[in-house]
């Protein structure tokens, strides 16, 4: 079965890096979502994107982070500089979506970030 | 957001059915009921969904009330493997957003 990648699956790094997350979705797909998932918020949609054109950011901190779709088979998400708090586990998801679809979304297996 | 309200765990014995609650009762006219559930360590996984009428497919059954207030989730045979958190959603029509709640952590015990 075709699946969403997700790269790294584990990063860990000290406050102030920067952090770069990417993503692969399912090929053909034409909306790839990002989210955040801690123990104190759940999953939270931070944004998410139709045919590379982001659509939704509104779940987003503006200040430190940005997502961009360089080119269909690659998603990013970005966080500079990074802060303790934004140690969570970070999903993307794609799928082959339209307004009114009820087309499912596809998850990856996250990246599980911590910050120092 | 549309919401919903789950029990936060619920236990069952392999091989037996299991039946997963959730109550919408604000549901409007146009939202659908989604299901995904979320295995240790990985990212969820779609399903099942529905409008009105009871759907099934290969991984469950979906019982939709009458009055579309509340849904079940049934697993007909809980296997291990079914030990996640599942998570009930409304998706609002015309909107490709899902709003996850904290979902219902199922354990099956063999």
């Known amino acids: 079965d075709a699946r969403v990648t997700q790269t790294p699956r584990h990063k860990v790094t000290e406050m102030g890096q920067e952090v770069t997350m990417r993503c692969q979705p399912i090929l053909g797909h034409n909306t790839v979502f990002w989210y955040r998932q801690t123990m104190m918020q759940g999953l939270e949609l931070l944004a998410y994107f139709r045919n590379r054109a982001p659509l939704d950011d509104s779940g987003m901190p503006k200040d430190r982070f940005s997502a961009e779709m360089p080119d269909a088979t690659l998603a990013t998400l970005k966080i500079q500089p990074s802060e303790p708090r934004d140690s969570a586990v970070y999903f993307c998801?794609?799928?082959?979506?339209?307004?009114?679809?009820?087309?499912?979304?596809?998850f990856g297996d996250g990246t599980r970030l911590s910050i120092l | 957001d549309a919401k919903t309200t789950q029990p936060n765990s619920m236990e069952s014995n392999e091989e037996e059915p299991v039946h997963l609650p959730c109550n919408h009762s604000t549901i409007s006219g146009t939202d659908y009921i989604h299901w995904y559930r979320q295995l240790p360590s990985q990212g969820p996984e779609y399903v099942i969904h529905?409008?009105?009428s009871n759907v099934n497919n290969r991984m469950a059954s979906l019982a939709i009330a009458e009055d579309r207030k509340s849904s079940t989730l049934i697993l007909h045979r809980a296997t291990l493997r079914d030990a996640a958190v599942y998570y009930c959603?409304?998706?609002?029509?015309?909107?490709?957003?899902?709003?996850f709640g904290k979902g219902t952590k199922l354990t099956v015990n063999p």
């Open positions: 998801a794609s799928g082959f979506l339209r307004q009114g679809s009820n087309q499912p979304q596809h």
């Open positions: 959603i409304l998706r609002e029509g015309g909107s490709e957003k899902l709003v």
């Open positions: 529905g409008l009105t």
